[in-house]
């Protein structure tokens, strides 16, 4: 494995939870299955995430939620910023789309973890833009989600769509 910030790892490990999740079905991997995808020790993502699976997938989804709601950030950004962060965001985890679909009104855990992230979002987007109304925040997450399904934008029809 080449020398990769923490960063990196975590990400590449639940990025791999996910593509797992996609093609073996929920909870159908094992952790060597992740270790392999994502070319780290089982060690590591035993530091990481510890040993349960169903602890591992939620945190995959958490962390990747939070990354591509960009919900980490402290930083304030523009609507055409953020869609760039998205756009920028799916490449990266392909597979985060097709599991949010199956899951997003599911009675599971994964399910609920989706909803409050939504949640989370809104509320977030609310504080960013106090000026909008809710239904104003609302088109701005339903463009978030409509970047992320169409998955195959570039930057630059962000910049055309979204002019300064």
Do not use: H
């Amino acid at each position: 494995m080449t020398e990769n910030s923490k960063e990196e790892v975590y990400f590449k490990i639940c990025n791999a939870v996910l593509k797992l999740e996609v093609v073996k079905g929920t909870l159908g991997w094992k952790i060597s299955d992740i270790s392999k995808e994502a070319d780290v020790t089982r060690s590591l993502i035993y530091y990481y995430f510890g040993k349960e699976k169903e602890t591992i997938l939620k945190e995959a989804w958490g962390y990747m939620l939070e990354s591509i709601f960009n919900l980490r950030s402290a930083t304030p950004v523009g609507v055409r910023e953020r869609m760039k962060i998205v756009v920028s965001q799916i490449k990266k985890m392909p597979y985060l789309f097709i599991i949010f679909v199956l899951e997003k009104n599911s009675a599971t855990e994964i399910g609920e973890l989706i909803r409050e992230g939504e949640k989370a979002l809104l509320k977030k987007l609310g504080g960013l833009y106090p000026e909008m109304s809710k239904e104003e925040v609302l088109t701005i997450y339903l463009l978030e989600l409509g970047v992320v399904a169409c998955g195959n934008i570039e930057s630059d029809v962000v910049d055309a769509i979204f002019p300064e």
